[in-house]
């Protein structure tokens, strides 16, 4: 945040809007700042966020001084103890969202194999483009392990995918050719 600009910009984002203060009435300190910073991350991202980690010093601090705490409330704030999920679910009721299914991600496999893949082969950027999709689609994504496992195995099949049908477009003698050529050479004796 180099200038003013983006320091007002930034704020904007991470602003309690007037009807959403209201819903953390009747709510313990740590529980407020919480689900806060749980529901403006989701606002933002369409994920809730896998750790505190994900969540910049900042941005606690500044919504902790929206509501008038210390941002170290944040710290024994355990975002899926049963609170923390109670939250989720609150949250995502109201943005619209809910969680993933396996149906969801069938469909982000063959998007990643039809949209993504044919412009990033080696997924470098899969996971942000998978992170936008599932925003779109108002789906909350699954965990991290889940969605790489997903990533990869829509990589892999969109490889194979490209290889055999560029295997399939050859003639039989640039077949034969090929297997000719790269063959391993014999060892002398």
């Given amino acids: 945040m180099d200038n003013w600009q983006d320091k007002t910009e930034w704020k904007d984002l ?13 709510m313990t300190d740590k ?21 505190g980690k994900d969540v910049s010093m900042d941005v606690i ?10 941002g170290d409330l944040f710290s024994s704030y355990e975002p899926l103890d049963r609170q923390g999920l109670r939250h989720r679910q609150t949250i ?10 396996d ?10 194999c039809a949209e993504v893949l044919p412009l990033d082969p080696k997924a470098l950027h899969a996971r942000e483009a998978a992170f936008d999709w599932f925003r779109e689609q108002r789906t909350e994504p699954p965990a991290t392990a889940h969605l790489e496992r997903v990533i990869r195995s829509a990589t892999y ?14 003639t039989n003698n640039h077949k034969s050719f090929s297997y000719t050529h790269l063959r391993a050479p014999e060892k002398k004796k």
Wanted: no cysteine; proline share 5%.
């Fill in 92 to 101: 995502r009721k109201l943005l619209g969202y809910r969680p993933s299914a």
């Fill in 61 to 70: 601090q500044y919504l902790a001084q929206q509501l008038g705490l210390s």
């Fill in 157 to 170: 099949h969109y490889e194979e995918t490209l290889l055999n049908s560029i295997y399939n477009r050859l």
């Fill in 31 to 51: 529980g407020r700042l919480g689900f806060a910073i749980q529901l403006k991350f989701m606002e933002m991202y369409g994920r809730f966020p896998s750790s």
């Fill in 14 to 26: 991470w602003l309690l809007t007037p009807e959403q203060v209201p819903l953390l009435s009747g």
């Fill in 103 to 112: 149906s969801d991600l069938r469909l982000l496999f063959d998007w990643l």
